[in-house]
């Protein structure tokens, strides 16, 4: 356990933990402990010393001696058993004796534990590439944490040295302690104690008196209770064995806190061979398996459980009920996998759920947690995509010193602690990426080709992308309206292509659209980073053109199954009179009861539209799982197999291993998401449907890409926490909850299916809660709010905050660049004056030299035997400004490199201190501008809402 | 082995280390039974193999670097006050020997000598500069053969540069010193369990 902690607190760094000396770690890892957690000294030592020991007793030595080393070892740090010890060892030797060995054994099995636990934590930390504790620390965000630990450790330290070394007298901390060491012990505690008494009569002044009081009095009691003496003894032990508890949960709690990060081995693995980019594209997958868990548990949990449970059962109502006509087939498995027959009348879509106000013994507020669930899915999708976004926001605001990237990769990236060669070959594979990538930066860094030429390249490449949206765009209105003059004929007229043309043309666009953009942007010559996401930005729009044609034929169908609904309300009235002409002629006592899959019903279009979104999303999965079995899978087959029979290479030649496709899957996560939240109201299965595909998804995509795909070309980094996805979801968000917000708000439910059936719009269940469930006031005041003389200052008021939030968080932002940039330039211009100076100071030397030889030969010449006392003056005057000369290291000792401008060590301080002094005033100014970019999320997202 | 460790070596000679090192008593006794069990040829003495067995530095592409930092030039034996030597840069910084008066000598574990271990790693010639070439060979070790020579020498370029102060293109000590001045070299080069 303790060991897992060390590797972790001792963020290794370097060789620094030399493998062999962490294998010595592993052998005594009860007995560094020890030291560790300060105070335990008493409990953990005992145990150590009895490990040490135990083997001893092979040795066939007396009892009497082990008993003796074992004391002198122990008091050696434990300086509390003296008297216990030295009492006991004689007679109660072989007692003694087996109480160490039942120590011993538990000691040792805790060893092994550790063990264990270390090569798994080595395995995992060799693993991430980022095993931020064990590199030597590169970004700030590292350094921080290391801080903290740092703390904590001071911490742990401090309260050793308290109980070791309190006062100075106490030599312990060279823990070389024999007999007379402790008989000193006990000597200072006598003397402390009887200094107490005297204290009184002693004539000093009242503050001095306060003062050796109160030390003391700690000091008696830390050692009391440490020499096993007076009442302190057991509370000392009481507290020893709390506080080894506390910090061993407290290392436990911190290893659960990484183990229990999702699939973060798995990514850092991906990442370590392929790079940050296509990390971030798992990260952004695991992030969004997170959000929609949180959806799937709001609409399990308060929509499909309570009408599971308390609603009334399958069968009871016509709603609830697979009407007669359908009956014959509703569990085939083709209907059922359309989501028809059983699955159609079932919590899985809006139709089955009741209109009662209220279910079950709970009262349950069905209607009213329907609409609210709806409602909050999105609230909370927008809180936490906006939330995200403003912390994304902060990380990069934050900036880091990249003066030493290079050299700092160069000298620490290696990690010191890995054991296992698998570990060890993930380890070199991402050093390399590492490199990879800073090669990259450093390339597009240093680029500076024709700036006209690249200009020009990149609006007409702007231009032609352009053309091809344009045109695309006018393809799918052009079918669009096509089909709807087909639809209107009646579909059987036409032939199987006109039927089909909407769904062809898209996914011919959707094939063809990208792989032009791909060649277009080549022309454009961006940073790869860069590339991307205007790659992605295209591709975006030109799926918004596919999702512009599924709207509108939505919203035929809804007005369709509307005029249909209409005929249908008709028709019921002239069944029902009907039913009760045909039931007055035979009895008066009321109608006959009627088997409800037998009652006429309206089309219920709500549930229609759920249907659709769920055919959607499975058929969406399964084109992606079969593209991905397809064209990576079996492609990668075909290319290492067949190259051994082939003419030409393979793998290096045409169809080759396939690339990751980032772009594209990260496009093809975000509408998906988009469908969730468009039909989430009218399916309340979608989020679960969606986190199982997601967690399918993570499992296959991480197995296809590691074992059929190759890493790019060009490997480059790309943030974890990447704010360009976020945009396009926060998008795609806003796109999809318009049309899922327009049909709630204008179009009235269907009559005989759903919770809100029976109303005339389906938010009118607020103000029927309102005016049934609250008190009379409370309408009242909602309705005085909800005025519109109110509500326009409000969000005027708003608006108005958001603007200046907005202007002053981007003053700070220029700020913060301007001082950024100024701590730059100076940082460079330090290192070219230093430069400057360097080679100055070396000619310099060089005349000296030259003058100081010249001027002694001519003396040697001059002056035989009288020497004047002048130029003897000189001549040491000479030799010591030589000595300056050639030894500046010695100056600096001296004190005189500040005002020497030879030492290039006083601009290292000048500059050092002139950072010391901007730096906490760019934090300030971030901080504060980190403030107001928060407020603003938060004030944007009261105003979405 | 803890009592062939305090068998085999004698007070004085711990007191010597102790000294010399700043290790305790029983550190030294510890960290002697550790010694002895790498010594498969029990002469009282450790070889480059003896190091080479130990699986972290047998993977580790400086592996041999460390196993040389060991080694006092042209041996290939290192005993056990050596080793202890060695090992004393490791030996975490104490708060009581912070404010020691700094006219006395730098214990081995100052941040200054800690530096001064890391440099020679990488300063093969031990002319107090790492070149350009021992950059490069350093690099070559991390990376295998994934990275052309072309652009390896571009990054040891680009390292020089920007750790370089005084245009002599290559990394002097106090250079090196510069440029891991924000790292914390006092806990990281410290081993926690040798306090």
Same mark, same amino acid.
């Given at each position: 356990?303790?060991?897992?902690?060390?590797?972790?607190?001792?963020?290794?760094?370097?060789?620094?933990?030399?493998?062999?000396?962490?294998?010595?770690?592993?052998?005594?890892?009860?007995?560094?402990?020890?030291?560790?957690?300060?105070?335990?000294?008493?409990?953990?030592?005992?145990?150590?010393?009895?490990?040490?020991?135990?083997?001893?007793?092979?040795?066939?030595?007396?009892?009497?001696?082990?008993?003796?080393?074992?004391?002198?070892?122990?008091?050696?740090?434990?300086?509390?058993?003296?008297?216990?010890?030295?009492?006991?060892?004689?007679?109660?030797?072989?007692?003694?004796?087996?109480?160490?060995?039942?120590?011993?054994?538990?000691?040792?099995?805790?060893?092994?534990?550790?063990?264990?636990?270390?090569?798994?934590?080595?395995?995992?930390?060799?693993?991430?590439?980022?095993?931020?504790?064990?590199?030597?620390?590169?970004?700030?965000?590292?350094?921080?944490?290391?801080?903290?630990?740092?703390?904590?450790?001071?911490?742990?330290?401090?309260?050793?040295?308290?109980?070791?070394?309190?006062?100075?007298?106490?030599?312990?901390?060279?823990?070389?302690?024999?007999?007379?060491?402790?008989?000193?012990?006990?000597?200072?505690?006598?003397?402390?104690?009887?200094?107490?008494?005297?204290?009184?009569?002693?004539?000093?002044?009242?503050?001095?008196?306060?003062?050796?009081?109160?030390?003391?009095?700690?000091?008696?009691?830390?050692?009391?209770?440490?020499?096993?003496?007076?009442?302190?003894?057991?509370?000392?032990?009481?507290?020893?064995?709390?506080?080894?508890?506390?910090?061993?949960?407290?290392?436990?709690?911190?290893?659960?806190?990484?183990? $229990?990060?999702?699939?973060?081995?798995?990514?850092?693995?991906?990442?370590?061979?392929?790079?940050?980019?296509?990390?971030?594209?798992?990260?952004?997958?695991?992030?969004?398996?997170?959000?929609?868990?949180?959806?799937?548990?709001?609409?399990?949990?308060?929509?499909?459980?309570?009408?599971?449970?308390?609603?009334?059962?399958?069968?009871?109502?016509?709603?609830?009920?697979?009407?007669?006509?359908?009956?014959?087939?509703?569990?085939?498995?083709?209907?059922?996998?359309?989501?028809?027959?059983?699955?159609?009348?079932?919590?899985?879509?809006?139709?089955?759920?009741?209109?009662?106000? *209220?279910?079950?013994?709970?009262?349950?507020?069905?209607?009213?947690?329907?609409?609210?669930?709806?409602?909050?899915?999105?609230?909370?999708?927008?809180?936490?995509?906006?939330?995200?976004?403003?912390?994304?926001?902060?990380?990069?605001?934050?900036?880091?010193?990249?003066?030493?990237?290079?050299?700092?990769?160069?000298?620490?990236?290696?990690?010191?602690?890995?054991?296992?060669?698998?570990?060890?070959?993930?380890?070199?594979?991402?050093?390399?990426?590492?490199?990879?990538?800073?090669?990259?930066?450093?390339?597009?860094?240093?680029? %500076?080709?024709?700036?006209?030429?690249?200009?020009?390249?990149?609006?007409?490449?702007?231009?032609?992308?352009?053309? $091809?949206?344009?045109?695309?765009?006018?393809?799918?209105?052009?079918?669009?309206?096509?089909?709807?003059?087909?639809?209107?004929?009646?579909?059987?007229?036409?032939?199987?292509?006109?039927?089909?043309?909407?769904?062809?043309?898209?996914?011919?666009?959707?094939?063809?659209?990208?792989?032009?953009?791909?060649?277009?942007?080549?022309?454009?010559?961006?940073?790869?980073?860069?590339?991307?996401?205007?790659?992605?930005?295209?591709?975006?729009?030109?799926?918004?053109?596919?999702?512009?044609?599924?709207?509108? *034929?939505?919203?035929?169908?809804?007005?369709?199954?509307?005029?249909?609904?209409?005929?249908?309300?008709?028709?019921?009235?002239?069944?029902?009179?009907?039913?009760?002409?045909?039931?007055?002629?035979?009895?008066?006592?009321?109608?006959?009861?009627?088997?409800?899959?037998?009652?006429?019903?309206?089309?219920?279009?709500?549930?229609?539209?759920?249907?659709?979104?769920?055919?959607?999303?499975?058929?969406?999965?399964?084109?992606?799982?079969?593209?991905?079995?397809?064209?990576?899978?079996?492609?990668?087959?075909?290319?290492?197999?067949?190259?051994?029979?082939?003419?030409?290479?393979?793998?290096?030649?045409?169809?080759?291993?396939?690339?990751?496709?980032?772009?594209?899957?990260?496009?093809?996560?975000?509408?998906?998401?988009?469908?969730?939240?468009?039909?989430?109201?009218? *399916?309340?299965?979608?989020?679960?449907?969606?986190?199982?595909?997601?967690?399918?998804?993570?499992?296959?995509?991480?197995?296809?890409?590691?074992?059929?795909?190759?890493?790019?070309?060009?490997?480059?980094?790309?943030?974890?926490?990447?704010?360009?996805?976020?945009?396009?979801?926060?998008?795609?968000?806003?796109?999809?909850?318009?049309?899922?917000?327009?049909?709630?708000?204008?179009?009235?439910?269907?009559?005989?299916?759903?919770?809100?059936?029976?109303?005339?719009?389906?938010?009118?269940?607020?103000?029927?809660?309102?005016?049934? %469930?609250?008190?009379?006031?409370?309408?009242?005041?909602?309705?005085?709010?909800?005025?519109?003389?109110?509500?326009?200052?409000?969000?005027?008021?708003?608006?108005?905050?958001?603007?200046?939030?907005?202007?002053?968080?981007?003053?700070?932002?220029?700020?913060?660049?301007?001082?950024?940039?100024?701590?730059?330039?100076?940082?460079?211009?330090?290192?070219?004056?230093?430069?400057?100076?360097?080679?100055?100071?070396?000619?310099?030397?060089?005349?000296?030299?030259?003058?100081?030889?010249?001027?002694?030969?001519?003396?040697?010449?001059?002056?035989?035997?009288?020497?004047?006392?002048?130029?003897?003056?000189?001549?040491?005057?000479?030799?010591?400004?030589?000595?300056?000369?050639?030894?500046?290291?010695?100056?600096?000792?001296?004190?005189?490199?500040?005002?020497?401008?030879?030492?290039?060590?006083?601009?290292?301080?000048?500059?050092?201190?002139?950072?010391?002094?901007?730096?906490?005033?760019?934090?300030?100014?971030?901080?504060?501008?980190?403030?107001?970019?928060?407020?603003?999320?938060?004030?944007?997202?009261?105003?979405?809402? | 082995?803890?009592?062939?460790?305090?068998?085999?070596?004698?007070?004085?000679?711990?007191?010597?280390?102790?000294?010399?090192?700043?290790?305790?008593?029983?550190?030294?006794?510890?960290?002697?039974?550790?010694?002895?069990?790498?010594?498969?040829?029990?002469?009282?003495?450790?070889?480059?193999?003896?190091?080479?067995?130990?699986?972290?530095?047998?993977?580790?592409?400086?592996?041999?670097?460390?196993?040389?930092?060991?080694?006092?030039?042209?041996?290939?034996?290192?005993?056990?006050?050596?080793?202890?030597?060695?090992?004393?840069?490791?030996?975490?910084?104490?708060?009581?020997?912070?404010?020691?008066?700094?006219?006395?000598?730098?214990?081995?574990?100052?941040?200054?000598?800690?530096?001064?271990?890391?440099?020679?790693?990488?300063?093969?010639?031990?002319?107090?500069?790492?070149?350009?070439?021992?950059?490069?060979?350093?690099?070559?070790?991390?990376?295998?053969?994934?990275?052309?020579?072309?652009?390896?020498?571009?990054?040891?370029?680009?390292?020089?540069?920007?750790?370089?102060?005084?245009?002599?293109?290559?990394?002097?000590?106090?250079?090196?010193?510069?440029?891991?001045?924000?790292?914390?070299?006092?806990?990281?080069?410290?081993?926690?369990?040798?306090?």
């Amino acid at each position: 356990m303790f060991l897992c902690y060390v590797l972790k607190t001792a963020s290794h760094p370097f060789f620094l933990h030399n493998p062999f000396l962490y294998n010595f770690a592993v052998d005594y890892g009860g007995s560094s402990q020890k030291r560790e957690t300060g105070t335990c000294h008493r409990v953990t030592r005992a145990g150590n010393s009895e490990g040490e020991r135990g083997r001893k007793v092979t040795e066939e030595k007396s009892h009497r001696d082990k008993g003796r080393r074992g004391n002198i070892k122990e008091r050696r740090k434990g300086i509390k058993e003296k008297y216990e010890v030295e009492d006991e060892c004689d007679e109660d030797a072989p007692k003694r004796m087996k109480n160490r060995d039942n120590k011993k054994t538990r000691k040792n099995e805790e060893g092994e534990k550790s063990k264990r636990k270390t090569k798994i934590k080595n395995v995992k930390e060799g693993n991430d590439g980022e095993s931020d504790d064990v590199k030597w620390g590169r970004s700030k965000k590292k350094e921080k944490a290391k801080k903290k630990k740092g703390k904590q450790e001071l911490v742990e330290e401090s309260s050793e040295s308290e109980s070791f070394s309190e006062g100075g007298e106490l030599p312990e901390k060279k823990e070389g302690f024999t007999q007379e060491e402790l008989e000193q012990l006990k000597e200072a505690v006598d003397e402390k104690r009887k200094l107490i008494i005297t204290l009184k009569g002693k004539p000093w002044p009242m503050r001095k008196k306060l003062v050796t009081l109160r030390e003391s009095q700690q000091f008696l009691e830390k050692y009391e209770g440490a020499l096993g003496k007076g009442k302190g003894k057991r509370v000392y032990a009481c507290k020893v064995i709390v506080m080894k508890k506390w910090m061993k949960f407290q290392r436990d709690l911190e290893n659960f806190k990484t183990a $229990c990060i999702p699939w973060e081995m798995k990514i850092k693995d991906i990442e370590s061979h392929f790079g940050s980019s296509v990390a971030s594209y798992f990260i952004f997958l695991r992030w969004m398996y997170g959000i929609n868990l949180i959806l799937f548990g709001l609409t399990f949990g308060l929509v499909m459980m309570p009408e599971a449970l308390m609603g009334k059962p399958y069968g009871s109502m016509p709603r609830k009920t697979v009407p007669r006509g359908e009956e014959g087939g509703a569990m085939d498995f083709a209907v059922l996998w359309d989501f028809g027959g059983y699955a159609q009348y079932s919590v899985l879509f809006y139709g089955y759920y009741n209109n009662q106000r *209220a279910i079950g013994w709970l009262k349950f507020r069905m209607p009213l947690s329907y609409f609210l669930v709806g409602v909050g899915t999105v609230a909370y999708s927008y809180m936490v995509v906006i939330r995200t976004m403003a912390r994304n926001a902060n990380r990069d605001g934050g900036g880091d010193d990249t003066s030493f990237n290079f050299s700092w990769k160069m000298f620490t990236s290696w990690d010191y602690l890995i054991g296992n060669p698998e570990t060890a070959d993930n380890k070199f594979a991402s050093i390399t990426t590492n490199f990879k990538e800073s090669i990259v930066e450093e390339q597009e860094s240093q680029k %500076d080709d024709n700036i006209h030429l690249t200009r020009f390249l990149r609006v007409l490449a702007n231009f032609l992308v352009l053309c $091809c949206l344009a045109g695309s765009g006018y393809l799918i209105y052009f079918v669009v309206r096509r089909s709807q003059k087909f639809a209107l004929d009646g579909l059987e007229n036409h032939s199987w292509w006109e039927r089909n043309e909407v769904n062809m043309v898209m996914s011919l666009l959707g094939m063809f659209c990208p792989m032009m953009f791909d060649v277009i942007s080549s022309l454009e010559n961006y940073h790869p980073r860069i590339a991307l996401q205007w790659q992605l930005g295209r591709i975006f729009a030109l799926f918004l053109g596919n999702l512009y044609t599924f709207i509108i *034929a939505l919203m035929d169908e809804i007005n369709r199954k509307r005029s249909e609904e209409d005929a249908v309300k008709l028709n019921m009235t002239a069944w029902e009179a009907g039913l009760y002409n045909g039931t007055s002629v035979g009895n008066a006592s009321g109608p006959v009861p009627v088997h409800p899959a037998d009652v006429p019903r309206g089309p219920c279009w709500e549930t229609m539209v759920g249907q659709e979104f769920v055919r959607l999303i499975i058929s969406d999965t399964m084109t992606t799982y079969i593209t991905l079995l397809i064209g990576d899978f079996l492609r990668a087959l075909f290319v290492r197999f067949f190259n051994y029979c082939w003419c030409w290479d393979l793998e290096y030649g045409f169809p080759s291993y396939s690339e990751f496709d980032v772009s594209g899957n990260v496009l093809g996560l975000i509408f998906n998401q988009g469908m969730i939240w468009m039909g989430a109201f009218y *399916a309340p299965c979608l989020p679960a449907l969606n986190v199982l595909r997601l967690h399918v998804s993570m499992y296959l995509q991480c197995w296809a890409v590691m074992c059929c795909n190759v890493p790019q070309e060009r490997v480059f980094k790309a943030s974890g926490s990447n704010n360009f996805y976020m945009a396009m979801l926060l998008v795609i968000l806003f796109l999809s909850t318009l049309p899922a917000i327009y049909t709630i708000v204008t179009i009235p439910p269907s009559f005989d299916c759903g919770p809100f059936s029976g109303k005339n719009r389906m938010f009118d269940v607020i103000q029927e809660t309102l005016e049934t %469930d609250f008190p009379a006031w409370f309408g009242k005041v909602f309705s005085y709010a909800s005025n519109p003389g109110l509500v326009l200052p409000f969000i005027l008021v708003m608006i108005l905050a958001i603007y200046y939030l907005q202007s002053t968080s981007k003053t700070y932002k220029v700020a913060n660049l301007d001082l950024k940039k100024k701590l730059q330039t100076q940082n460079e211009e330090n290192k070219k004056k230093n430069k400057k100076a360097a080679l100055k100071a070396a000619a310099e030397l060089e005349e000296a030299k030259n003058a100081a030889t010249c001027r002694q030969e001519t003396e040697c010449g001059e002056s035989g035997q009288d020497r004047d006392i002048t130029t003897s003056r000189q001549d040491r005057d000479i030799t010591t400004s030589r000595q300056d000369r050639d030894a500046p290291s010695q100056q600096l000792s001296r004190g005189k490199a500040s005002v020497n401008p030879l030492f290039p060590g006083l601009y290292t301080e000048m500059h050092l201190t002139g950072k010391q002094i901007r730096i906490p005033h760019i934090k300030r100014r971030a901080q504060q501008f980190l403030v107001v970019v928060k407020q603003m999320h938060i004030l944007c997202a009261f105003a979405l809402l | 082995m803890g009592s062939r460790a305090s068998t085999l070596l004698r007070e004085e000679e711990i007191e010597e280390i102790k000294k010399e090192t700043g290790f305790s008593h029983s550190q030294i006794t510890r960290l002697y039974s550790r010694f002895t069990s790498l010594d498969k040829g029990e002469n009282g003495t450790l070889s480059r193999e003896d190091f080479q067995r130990i699986p972290e530095l047998a993977i580790n592409p400086l592996g041999d670097r460390i196993i040389n930092a060991f080694f006092p030039e042209g041996e290939d034996q290192v005993n056990f006050r050596g080793f202890m030597r060695t090992l004393a840069h490791f030996r975490p910084i104490e708060d009581n020997e912070k404010n020691k008066d700094p006219t006395a000598s730098e214990p081995l574990n100052s941040r200054n000598n800690k530096l001064r271990f890391a440099f020679r790693l990488y300063d093969l010639d031990r002319d107090d500069k790492i070149s350009r070439d021992e950059l490069l060979q350093v690099l070559r070790m991390m990376v295998g053969v994934n990275i052309s020579d072309e652009q390896l020498g571009s990054i040891a370029d680009r390292t020089i540069q920007e750790a370089d102060q005084n245009g002599d293109n290559s990394i002097s000590f106090n250079e090196f010193i510069k440029v891991l001045e924000k790292v914390d070299v006092e806990q990281k080069m410290s081993i926690r369990f040798l306090h």
